[in-house]
């Protein structure tokens, strides 16, 4: 229902509550996240540079410009540069995530403030002030609606990414309330993000964080501007999650409740390895049972159970999971996730490849792994993973993990974090030396006036 005239919409109140914070305010430890949110970034941009979907990205778009994308000689228009970066950190599903949605949001805010910062000459502490902002604001949404979004057919952390990077934007730039809650209605026209990637492996979701990234641009501009855009944009009869969520109900005191007192922030996951979310504990269980002794070839069976919520996106069809058509597609079967990662030894960049997806000894692992959904999974408040191999000779082994490694339950050190960085920045092509000065930046960054141009190329 519409917010009557006088009362507040659910966006100005979230921009209210936004208004309240600054970069002074911001508490340590969430600046700590930011700094980690930074690094991993940057690391992941550098690692996908040279990939074949960055480069027709790069290729699409025209250069010259103010702003960097890490990792790239030359120079783009802000919302060039926070496309191409935002598509480089999610391109391979190795960036955070929020386990209460899930949504990936340092892929899409930290590419959308700084090349909002550097177009605008805004220093470190404008970066800051938009990067936590606009981090807290999209974990939030996540929780609005859980579920319905993909349930709909839509991407979270592209339409909610959308909304979020728009905010984050804003309040670097240090828009008033009015040209914020302007740029919210006018990002919500301009969100989007189908899940039909899913089908064959196309490169679409990779785009969905760098363009939910390009819009926080644009929005935030035209609300600058004196765009208008409706301040019901939220909640109304033909709002954001009627369209996105099919739903008029939602909890939208989730927005608000405590905003800068409790920092959900504070408990997203960086991932250990490279591929989709609700993947990783059933890694963890594979590479466990990996070290007991027996051989691919001695599984008959493989069933796990799962969440009602992973199925139409990991399980089924079950076939096409079994055999991916791609190495992209790969990324989104739990069945080769479990396969590759008991064959190969883990599941980094090499674990997903055109050569992996033809392996006989993974494909025949896969293709016995089974499923059967457990109503009382905890999904989307927490991911878990289980994996039961039955042997040709009788034996069982059973690994259960109860939560995503890297996420509050069992958080990456500053340490592990870094490590990750490096050698992401090293896949990527950077030297030691490069990759050292990006850390020292990341480190420093938010005290600093915001200088990228030493990152390119």
């Given at each position: 229902?519409?917010?009557?005239?006088?009362?507040?919409?659910?966006?100005?109140?979230?921009?209210?509550?936004?208004?309240?914070?600054?970069?002074?305010?911001?508490?340590?430890?969430?600046?700590?996240?930011?700094?980690?949110?930074?690094?991993?970034?940057?690391?992941?941009?550098?690692?996908?540079?040279?990939?074949?979907?960055?480069?027709?990205?790069?290729?699409?778009?025209?250069?010259?410009?103010?702003?960097?994308?890490?990792?790239?000689?030359?120079?783009?228009?802000?919302?060039?540069?926070?496309?191409?970066?935002?598509?480089?950190?999610?391109?391979?599903?190795?960036?955070?995530?929020?386990?209460?949605?899930?949504?990936?949001?340092?892929?899409?805010?930290?590419?959308?403030?700084?090349?909002?910062?550097?177009?605008?000459?805004?220093?470190?502490?404008?970066?800051?002030?938009?990067?936590?902002?606009?981090?807290?604001?999209?974990?939030?949404?996540?929780?609005?609606?859980?579920?319905?979004?993909?349930?709909?057919?839509?991407?979270?952390?592209?339409?909610?990414?959308?909304?979020?990077?728009?905010?984050?934007?804003?309040?670097?730039?240090?828009?008033?309330?009015?040209?914020?809650?302007?740029?919210?209605?006018?990002?919500?026209?301009?969100?989007?993000?189908?899940?039909?990637?899913?089908?064959?492996?196309?490169?679409?979701?990779?785009?969905?964080?760098?363009?939910?990234?390009?819009?926080?641009?644009?929005?935030?501009?035209?609300?600058?501007?004196?765009?208008s855009g409706p301040r019901t944009v939220f909640e109304g009869t033909h709002g954001f999650f009627f369209a996105f969520a099919h739903t008029r109900e939602?909890?939208?005191?989730?927005?608000?409740?405590?905003?800068?007192?409790?920092?959900?922030?504070?408990?997203?996951?960086?991932?250990?390895?490279?591929?989709?979310?609700?993947?990783?504990?059933?890694?963890?269980?594979?590479?466990?049972?990996?070290?007991?002794?027996?051989?691919?070839?001695?599984?008959?069976?493989?069933?796990?159970?799962?969440?009602?919520?992973?199925?139409?996106?990991?399980?089924?069809?079950?076939?096409?999971?079994?055999?991916?058509?791609?190495?992209?597609?790969?990324?989104?079967?739990?069945?080769?996730?479990?396969?590759?990662?008991?064959?190969?030894?883990?599941?980094?960049?090499?674990?997903?490849?055109?050569?992996?997806?033809?392996?006989?000894?993974?494909?025949?692992?896969?293709?016995?792994?089974?499923?059967?959904?457990?109503?009382?999974?905890?999904?989307?408040?927490?991911?878990?993973?289980?994996?039961?191999?039955?042997?040709?000779?009788?034996?069982?082994?059973?690994?259960?993990?109860?939560?995503?490694?890297?996420?509050?339950?069992?958080?990456?050190?500053?340490?592990?974090?870094?490590?990750?960085?490096?050698?992401?920045?090293?896949?990527?092509?950077?030297?030691?030396?490069?990759?050292?000065?990006?850390?020292?930046?990341?480190?420093?960054?938010?005290?600093?006036?915001?200088?990228?141009?030493?990152?390119?190329?």
């Amino acid at each position: 229902m519409n917010a009557p005239v006088g009362v507040q919409s659910v966006a100005e109140r979230l921009v209210a509550a936004t208004a309240s914070l600054s970069s002074t305010g911001v508490p340590a430890r969430v600046r700590l996240r930011c700094e980690d949110l930074l690094a991993d970034v940057g690391g992941l941009c550098v690692a996908a540079r040279n990939s074949d979907y960055i480069r027709a990205l790069v290729a699409s778009v025209d250069g010259g410009g103010p702003c960097t994308a890490v990792g790239h000689a030359g120079s783009f228009q802000a919302e060039d540069a926070a496309m191409i970066s935002g598509t480089a950190a999610h391109g391979e599903d190795f960036d955070d995530t929020f386990e209460g949605g899930p949504v990936h949001s340092g892929a899409v805010i930290v590419p959308a403030v700084l090349a909002a910062c550097e177009r605008f000459r805004r220093d470190g502490r404008a970066a800051l002030l938009g990067i936590a902002s606009g981090v807290e604001t999209m974990c939030r949404l996540s929780l609005v609606a859980p579920k319905l979004i993909h349930k709909a057919g839509f991407h979270p952390t592209s339409v909610l990414g959308a909304m979020a990077a728009t905010l984050g934007v804003s309040a670097a730039l240090g828009l008033d309330r009015k040209q914020t809650v302007d740029a919210l209605g006018i990002a919500g026209s301009m969100a989007g993000g189908i899940i039909e990637y899913l089908a064959e492996g196309a490169w679409t979701k990779r785009l969905h964080a760098g363009w939910a990234a390009r819009v926080g641009l644009h929005a935030a501009r035209f609300g600058r501007g004196g765009f208008s855009g409706p301040r019901t944009v939220f909640e109304g009869t033909h709002g954001f999650f009627f369209a996105f969520a099919h739903t008029r109900e939602g909890d939208f005191d989730a927005l608000t409740r405590d905003f800068g007192k409790q920092w959900l922030m504070e408990g997203l996951a960086f991932k250990p390895y490279a591929t989709g979310t609700m993947n990783q504990p059933y890694i963890d269980c594979a590479l466990r049972l990996a070290g007991k002794g027996f051989a691919a070839e001695d599984v008959a069976e493989v069933m796990c159970e799962t969440a009602e919520g992973y199925v139409h996106r990991l399980w089924e069809p079950l076939s096409a999971k079994h055999r991916p058509p791609n190495d992209y597609a790969a990324k989104f079967s739990t069945p080769f996730n479990i396969a590759v990662a008991f064959v190969t030894g883990g599941a980094g960049f090499e674990a997903f490849s055109e050569k992996t997806v033809r392996d006989p000894r993974i494909l025949a692992l896969a293709s016995k792994v089974r499923y059967v959904v457990d109503p009382d999974n905890p999904y989307p408040k927490a991911y878990t993973g289980h994996v039961k191999m039955t042997l040709g000779d009788g034996r069982v082994f059973e690994e259960r993990q109860p939560h995503i490694r890297g996420g509050v339950h069992e958080p990456l050190t500053r340490e592990e974090i870094e490590r990750k960085f490096r050698s992401n920045a090293r896949y990527g092509g950077w030297d030691a030396g490069r990759a050292e000065r990006f850390l020292q930046f990341a480190k420093g960054a938010f005290e600093a006036p915001l200088d990228l141009t030493e990152f390119r190329g």
